[in-house]
């Protein structure tokens, strides 16, 4: 039996939630969906996946009107995204494993234009206490002690907690819990959304990273977490299309959030490599466009991989999907790529990344109207993301996440 998780998901007006479910293997999967509902109660559905194919669930049309937790669980091994949408904008969080009783967060923030949400899961069958720590930029931190009803799922709006303040976040529980955070940026409702990291690590890897996308004004930021009680000091080595690696060498003040606004340092799209002395916690947030701005966050990769799985993606209408690899070795990474498509057609491509490089895929070139998953092998290891652009409502967003593995 496989299982993922997702912390937060709502059907409430203004919010579309999609599940995207992707199916390597050769044999139909059986998918069942438990929503874990806020305010208590669980509501189940189930569905069977064909083989080789990408399967997408609008949950409105199953759960309307709800705020809810998830765990998906198949007899096969599938892998499971779940995208939102709210107004011209979006985002999309990758399936979570396993609960964890730690969860961490590099970027928050409360100051003007940001709200934040922190979204907690608690799938045991007992109550649960979650111990929330917010490391206040050029401030002390701030505790918030919840408990967590058993099987439930329950939204912390960190504005009313610690307004006005720019912060990271650790989330400690006495029983293993899953752990959201999600941040709209107003006007606009320009939204982003990660789960946590369960361990700070010393390398931690990106494959996008842009100055201007799609020929717009983008700003990218790089937050980095210190955990620990000593001060660190961090190699950040940014990789290019063309041209050679640009490196920074910031320092990191104890227990603190510092924010890196990476423009200052590179222009045009690149890759990101973030390697400390000690363990630290890496996110990156892209804003594109004019006011409102499309927004989107994701965490690092602790870890590069030959195998990377991608549920979501669609070159439909609002959509534009762009596929970026990040090659930090001596060598040409030689790329294979399986697109599944919802008809179950399975179509191969390959492409190259040079050494100490970043390569990016416009998917609409390949496949102009169409959903899909994509299963990628590489004969050495890379970091792989997906962009997905969202043209919609006369203004552009989009939602960046890291392959799973």
Known sequence: ???????????????????????????????????????????????????????????????????????????????????????????????????????????????????????????????????????????????????????????????EVLPNVAFSIQVQGDRPLVAERAMYRFPGNAASAVSGANQPARTWYFAEGNTGARGLPTDTWLLLQNPNNAFVTVNVTLYRETGGPVVLTPTLPPLSRQSLFLNEFIQGSFGIKVEAPSDIVAERSIFIGTEPRGASTTVGSPELANNWFLAEGSTAPPFDTVIAFVNPGSGTATVNINFELETGSVVPFQLSVPPQAKRSLLVDDLFPFAALSARIEVNQPVVVERTMYISKLGRLGLHIKTGLR
Do not use: C
Not at 9 to 17: K, L, V
Not at 29 to 44: D, K, P
Not at 90 to 105: D, E, M, Q, S, Y
Not at 144 to 155: A, K
């Open 1 to 159: 039996m496989v299982t993922w998780y997702f912390a937060e998901g709502s059907t409430a007006p203004p919010f579309d939630t999609w599940f995207l479910v992707q199916n390597p293997t050769g044999d139909p999967a059986r998918v069942r969906f438990t929503f874990q509902l806020e305010g208590g109660g669980a509501s189940v559905a189930e569905f069977l996946v064909n083989p080789h194919s990408r399967f997408s669930l609008f949950a409105n049309q199953v759960l309307p009107g709800r705020a809810f937790s998830t765990r998906v669980e198949a007899d096969k091994q599938i892998y499971v995204e779940r995208s939102m949408f709210v107004g011209f904008d979006g985002h999309n969080v990758p399936g979570i494993k396993a609960p964890n009783t730690r969860w961490l967060f590099a970027e928050g923030s409360t100051q003007s234009p940001f709200h934040t949400w922190l979204l907690l899961q608690n799938p045991n069958a007992e109550a649960a206490t979650a111990t929330v720590t917010y490391l206040v930029q050029g401030g002390s931190p701030a505790t918030q002690v919840l408990l967590l009803p058993p099987l439930s799922r329950t939204s912390i709006f960190v504005n």
